[in-house]
């Protein structure tokens, strides 16, 4: 198996066996002597250090994307530097203890999958934020609407001089935006579920107070 390969491929959201390599590195580094005090919070520096992995994706996978080795060797110094960091803090206030890793991270911990949707649908909220403008996200907000009555309510507040015809043209549209979109990036469903339910609600309420 290439490891390095894998945990590219898991860094592009591609491979969940790379989630595997990199949790066995992260382990066999916290298991040395060196750092086997921390132990005890071992589930909870895990998704420290995989949320602080995925802050600097983009940068390690164009770093490494057309190289054929070295990403486990550089996954491995990020976590003794990682857990170096640990202790330095530690050092200066002995009463400091690590974070606990709440929210979708912390639930996910067992479950390889949900990390990756996680992790791809804030990469979706990055992509959307610099591809749609405000209305396209208002239109957005409106799409996602069940409820027939707020639907009709928010078509009065926002698109009130908007013909229905015009309104379902702009709708079509971005669908097929979005669409296009998801398709070029290879998104997961469950990556644009969990964007739709967890992280677009507070863009929409954003957007919708600007535009009062």
């Known amino acids: 198996m290439n490891t390095h390969k894998e945990i590219l ?3 592009e959201g591609k491979s969940e066996k790379g989630l595997e390599i990199i949790t066995n590195i992260f382990y066999k580094v916290l298991n040395s002597n060196a750092f086997s005090n921390l132990k005890y919070q071992e589930e909870d520096l895990f998704m420290e250090f995989i949320e602080k992995l995925f802050t600097k994706r983009e940068i390690i996978v164009a770093k490494f994307k057309n190289t ?3 990403l ?3 996954i491995r110094e990020m976590v003794k530097n990682f857990f170096k960091d640990k202790f330095e803090n530690m050092s200066k206030n002995p009463l400091d203890k690590v974070n606990i890793i709440e929210g979708e991270y912390a639930k996910s911990f067992e479950n390889p999958i949900k990390i990756m949707e996680v992790f791809e649908g804030e990469k979706i909220k990055e992509i959307f934020e610099n591809t749609l403008n405000k209305e396209e996200i208002l239109i957005l907000c409106y799409i996602v609407l069940e409820n027939k009555k707020l639907k009709q309510e ?11 015809d015009a309104l379902y043209k702009r709708v079509q549209r971005l669908k097929e935006k979005l669409a296009k979109i998801v398709k070029e990036y290879n998104f997961a ?3 644009v579920l969990y964007y739709l339910e967890n992280l677009l609600p507070n863009i929409c309420e954003k957007v919708e107070n600007e535009r009062n």
């Open 9 to 11: 491929l898991f860094l």
């Open 68 to 70: 054929e080795k070295g």
């Open 72 to 74: 486990p060797s550089y």
């Open 154 to 164: 928010y078509e009065e507040k926002f698109f009130k001089g908007i013909s229905k």
């Open 189 to 191: 469903e469950g990556a």
